[in-house]
Nanobody, 119 residues
């Protein structure tokens, strides 16, 4: 069982930055792939970025060059550094964990953290 708790969301002006954190419980964090998704009002949840258990990262085209995912295995935490934020980045951001691959049907999810970007 893995529990995920996100933090770091908030209100920021366009062009600004935020760093989201996702703290995971359990002793097997290093064996999980981790990822971030977001869901805007009235839209489906979509993939943002992921990092494998061995540190390989991949991200959606819409955030490439602006968002960076990283993990600190000693702290059982995954981060999403978001720079050059745009109003269209406004959404609830969710952390996910899975032992196989990060998808919209990943095994574990956090409760979400709101990110609002004003123009």
């Amino acid at each position: 069982q893995v529990q995920l708790v996100e933090s770091g969301g908030g209100l920021v002006q366009a062009g600004g930055s935020l760093r989201l954190s996702c703290a995971a419980s359990g002793r097997t964090f290093t064996t999980y792939d981790m990822g971030w998704f977001r869901q805007a009002p009235g839209k489906e949840r979509v993939f943002v970025a992921a990092i494998t258990w061995d540190g390989i990262t991949y991200s959606a085209d819409s955030v490439k060059g602006r968002f960076t995912i990283s993990r600190d295995n000693a702290k059982s935490t995954v981060y999403l550094q978001m720079n050059s934020l745009k109003p269209e980045d406004t959404a609830v951001y969710y952390c996910a964990a899975d032992k196989v691959v990060i998808t919209t049907t990943s095994e574990y999810w956090g409760q979400g953290t709101q990110v609002t970007v004003s123009s």
